[in-house]
Structure formats: C-alpha cells, structure tokens
C-alpha cells in the first residue's frame, strides 16, 4: 500500500465526516415547528454518527502515519425541514462515494483486509443513510399527494 495515498484518502472522508459533524448538529438545534422533537433528535443522532465514524477513521490515519485533518467542507443549511431532508440525503450519497473510493484503494493492499473490513462496516451504515432518508422523502410526497387528492373529494 502506498499509505500517504491512503491517508490522503482518508482525510477526504475525515472532512466530510467534520462537515455532516456540523450540519447535522446546527439541524437539530435549528429546527422549529410541530415536528422539532422528532427531527431535532433525528439530526442530533446523525451528527453523533458523523463524530463516530470521524474517531474511526482519525484512528487509522495516526495508525497509518498520518495526521488527521481537522478542515471541513462548506455545510448547507436550511430551517425548513424537507430542504434539511434533502440536504441530509445528499450528504449521505457523497458518504457512501467516498468510502466507496476509499474501499477501492485499500483493495490494492491484500495485506490490509482489515482496512477494508472497517471500511465496508462504515459503508453500510451511510447506505442505511440514504435507504431511510429517501423511504422518508418519498413517503412525505407521497403523502401530500394523498392528501390533496381527498381534500378535492371532499
Ligand atoms: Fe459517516
């Protein structure tokens, strides 16, 4: 493995873990209105998430010789809840692309199916990501469709 490559790998999903760190917690404090005890803690758990996938992966980027990075991206940010919604599905999607990058690199090194192993652990949990967020986007259309459709027989 050429590890400064690696390394390199792994900031870049490092920043994006710090990023949804941050938009994911201003979303659960920003958030008002009838659904705010819902989604406040919806938010909060998401940025928990993001802090525990960012210990993962600083770990193994001092294991690797590396320095963790402390930069992020520019966040989104909204106070309307679907927009925060489709923000959060975003964010997801570029996760799951980026451990995706990041399995493919580790899978030149046969020595270190570990690396892949934690990689892949953390895959399927930005997958359930995206799974649920568009579960809950298409529902809430699909919702609102309904609705306008009985208030018209009505
Ligand atoms: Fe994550």
Request: net charge negative; hydrophobic share 40%.
């Amino acid at each position: 493995m050429n590890p400064a490559k690696m390394v390199d790998q792994l900031n870049e999903v490092l920043r994006h873990e710090w990023t949804g760190l941050a938009q994911y917690a201003q979303a659960s404090f920003v958030v008002t209105g009838l659904w705010r005890e819902v989604y406040s803690q919806m938010f909060w758990g998401s940025a928990q998430e993001c802090l525990t996938h960012g210990q993962q992966i600083g770990e193994k980027i001092v294991s690797l010789g590396g320095v963790p990075t402390v930069e992020r991206n520019s966040i989104k940010q909204s106070n309307e809840i679907e927009e925060m919604l489709n923000f959060s599905l975003d964010f997801e999607r570029t996760a799951v692309a980026h451990y995706v990058d990041a399995i493919q690199l580790a899978e030149e090194s046969p020595e270190d199916r570990a690396l892949v192993i934690l990689l892949e652990d953390i895959l399927k949990q930005e997958q359930q990501g995206v799974d649920d967020l568009g579960k809950l986007l298409r529902d809430h259309r699909q919702m609102s469709v309904n609705i306008d459709k009985n208030s018209m027989a009505g």
